[in-house]
């Protein structure tokens, strides 16, 4: 079996919490404003007492909240990949409750140049410093969105479910 090595770190959970709050809020305003367009929509048409001013206002409120929420889910498919820009909401906030209740961990690990293949590897075993003792081995892998600003490496990105240890960000 192939194996390559690379080094990596327990990302910082911090900006995909702030992300995911406000594809929270974003989506929220986006139902409300889109409830509002309609029923405006709606009574104007049966002729009902509604200005096309406020009318026209509820469709440039309803379309500004489409174009943030769209803004929100390209920047987390680019920052964080394709798994986490298809979650759905609940999906989301369980993930961001397992990553905060420290039951789940985020990696990044760079590969050095000429070890990336198109396919992410199956499977992953981590020797965390200081506990090299304890391997622990992961499954879910996806290809890092970028490449690492400090190696220029290209790297993956792993989710460790309930480690045997601590994992904290950073190491």
């Known amino acids: 079996t192939p194996r390559r090595q690379g080094y990596g770190r327990v990302l910082d959970p911090t ?6 709050s406000e594809m929270a809020t ?3 305003a986006l139902t409300a404003s889109r409830a509002e367009y309609e029923r405006t929509v709606k009574l104007l048409s049966l002729g009902e007492n ?3 001013k406020a009318a026209e206002a509820a469709e440039a409120l309803f379309r500004s909240d ?3 929420t769209e803004l929100l889910h390209r920047t987390a498919l680019l920052q964080w990949g394709a798994s986490f820009a298809r979650m759905t909401p609940g999906e989301r906030r369980h993930f961001i409750d397992q ?5 789940t961990a985020l990696l990044r690990i760079g590969l050095p140049s000429g070890n990336f ?9 981590l020797l965390v410093f200081g506990h090299e003792s304890r391997p622990i081995t992961t499954s879910l892998i996806a ?4 490449s690492d600003p400090k190696t220029q490496t290209e790297g993956l990105m792993l989710q460790v479910e309930h480690p045997p ?3 904290r960000s950073g190491m």
């Open 15 to 20: 900006p995909l919490v702030i992300l995911e």
């Open 26 to 28: 974003a989506e929220a």
């Open 50 to 52: 509604i200005s096309r």
């Open 66 to 68: 489409e174009i943030k």
């Open 99 to 103: 990553l905060t209740n420290a039951e």
């Open 117 to 125: 293949s198109r396919e992410p590897p199956q499977s992953a075993t």
């Open 143 to 146: 290809p890092a969105p970028d």
């Open 165 to 167: 240890f601590p994992l």
